[in-house]
Structures are given as C-alpha cells and as structure tokens.
C-alpha cells in the first residue's frame, strides 16, 4: 500500500460578468484508492456543484464565478492499494470477452485517432506475442519516437502530431500510446494523476498524463513519457483522451497562474506504506470488472 499527500492550489482572475468552471482535481474514491482524508475551499462564496461518474469514478465540480480573484484549494491524505502481477502472465483480452464499460474505449477519439495508425501499428507490433509484453513495447516504442519537451504542443495538439514532430508533453505521450493500442484492437484509455517521482529539471510539480491498458481482465498501468513513479500515481480523472479528463474547463474570460502542487508519500512499515519505486512487474488500481468474473470463465 502506499499513504500519498496531495496539495494542489488554483489562482485565477476573473473578468466581468463572471466565468464557469468545471474542476476535475480532486482524487477518484475506488476500492483501491481510498481517501483517509480530503478538503476542498473555494474562495468565492457561490453555489457548488458536484458529480462522480460511476463508471470512472471521476469527479467533477461545477462554479460560476464572480468577477474578481478566484481560488481554489485542494488538501487529501489517500492509500493506494496495488494490484501486482508477473508481466508474463498478463493476456490480452479478445474484443467478444471485453466488458461493456471498456468498449468505448477501443474507437478513434478526438486526440486519438487510432484508424489512421492500423497499418502502422501492425507493422510494428502485429507480430509480437498478445499480452503485457506487447503493451509495453508500444510505451517503450512511444519513448523512443518523443523527446519530452515543454511548450511544444496545445490544446490542439493530436496523437498524429506527435507522431509527426516527435516531440511533446505527457498527454502527447499518452495520446500516441494509446492511439497505438486501440489499433491493435487494445482497449486503452487516459487517465491522470500528479507526477509523483519526476525529475524536478522538467520543472515544477504538475498533473500527469499516464495509460491504462486493459489486459488481463483489469486496468494495467503504463507511463509512456517515462517522467514519474507509476507506483505513486494517484487517480483523479479517466476518460477517451485529454478532452475528457483536463483538470479545469474554463468559459469566459479569465487569466490564470500556474498550479501549486505538492505531493509526498509517507513510509510506515507497521502499517504497511511503501515509498513508490520502479516496478518491472505489472500494476494496476482497478479492480476486474464483476461482469468479467462471471463471463471469463
């Protein structure tokens, strides 16, 4: 198990005649990610609006903001239970035995546009062996192809555009990998967390794009960019691609500053808490799913 801190601060200004917010910061609640302790304060006293897809278990809070300064802070104490497996028993799973909920996740998305990689994909990775192993050399192919560079890409930047400039953040890494995965009929979905572990040359603590692949009849996780701890990363939002999952959706006019973040793993060995590190076997943090357990038999 791993007891991991979260602290993330939010600073906007708000122009006239207000703006709306839609936050997706705060840590998911599932049965292997369970939240000792969590607080959240908005500055402004306005009406908050809270969601969590049962599906995904993201969170979601929804504003509408004043004109004037805005901010938004973040506090949780959370255990991260891993699911740990040898790398070489970890199947694929054919596309007749996937669970509904994991459907979606096989189809070209907006940042991933998987149909225009089947060529490519099957050339690279058609003829390896079916499984963990695969997964892992479409990620460790993603880092060989992108250098990691800040402010090379936006909020338009595609998996495609990636492919073709070979260099990009986090979510340009995830977005490759995953377009990658579904073309080789992976069901593969983004996800993210802080980057726990990260070197801090690449600059301040900040959110992490990593992907979840879903073989052997669970979610396993992959970091394409190789820039953090997998094993300290701690779920907030899960969805197609990045339009699904960006921590803060803005419509109006507002200026920002950059996030502070802070995050920390506390070590108790009583109690079980492991400082995150490097792990060749496969990790996941979600659990099978129940329609699996009857229909895999």
């Known amino acids: 198990m791993v007891r991991l801190h979260l602290a993330i601060d939010l ?16 840590a998911a609640q599932t049965r292997q990610q369970f939240i000792v302790w ?3 304060l908005v500055s402004q006293a306005v009406p ?5 897809d049962p599906a995904t278990h993201t969170r979601t809070l929804r504003l509408t903001a004043l004109p004037g300064p805005l901010t938004v802070r973040y506090r949780a104490t959370l255990d991260v239970t891993h699911h740990v497996a040898d790398a070489a028993s970890v199947m694929e799973v054919p596309v007749a035995m996937l669970p509904p909920e994991a459907l979606i996740y096989l189809y070209p998305s907006r940042y991933c546009q998987s149909d225009c990689l089947t060529s490519q994909a099957m050339e690279l990775f058609g003829g390896l062996p079916m499984g963990y192993g695969r997964v892992k050399a479409i990620q ?5 192809q992108v250098a990691f560079e800040s402010n090379t890409s936006n909020s338009m ?3 495609l555009d990636t492919l073709g400039s070979h260099e990009g953040v986090c979510r340009d890494f995830a977005h490759l990998m995953i377009a990658m995965c579904r073309a080789l009929n992976i069901p593969a979905r983004f996800t993210t967390a802080i980057d ?4 801090p040359a690449l600059g301040p603590t900040d959110f992490h794009a990593y992907v979840e692949a879903y073989i052997g009849h669970r979610w396993y996780i992959f970091d394409p960019s190789g820039t953090a701890i997998p094993m300290g990363f701690m779920r907030i939002g899960t969805g197609r691609d990045a339009a699904d999952a960006s921590f803060a959706t803005i419509f109006g006019t507002v200026t920002s500053q950059a996030p502070l973040i802070d995050i920390s793993a506390q070590t108790d060995l009583r109690n079980g808490w492991q400082y995150p590190v490097h792990r060749a076997e496969g990790l996941s943090t979600d659990a099978v799913f129940s329609w699996n357990l009857v229909n895999a038999r």
């Open 11 to 26: 600073q906007y200004q708000v122009g006239a005649p207000g703006a709306d917010f839609i936050f997706n910061l705060q």
């Open 140 to 144: 460790d192919w993603v880092q060989q």
């Open 38 to 40: 969590e607080e959240l």
């Open 196 to 199: 726990f572990g990260a070197d």
């Open 157 to 159: 930047t595609s998996a």
């Open 48 to 52: 908050l609006a809270s969601h969590t």
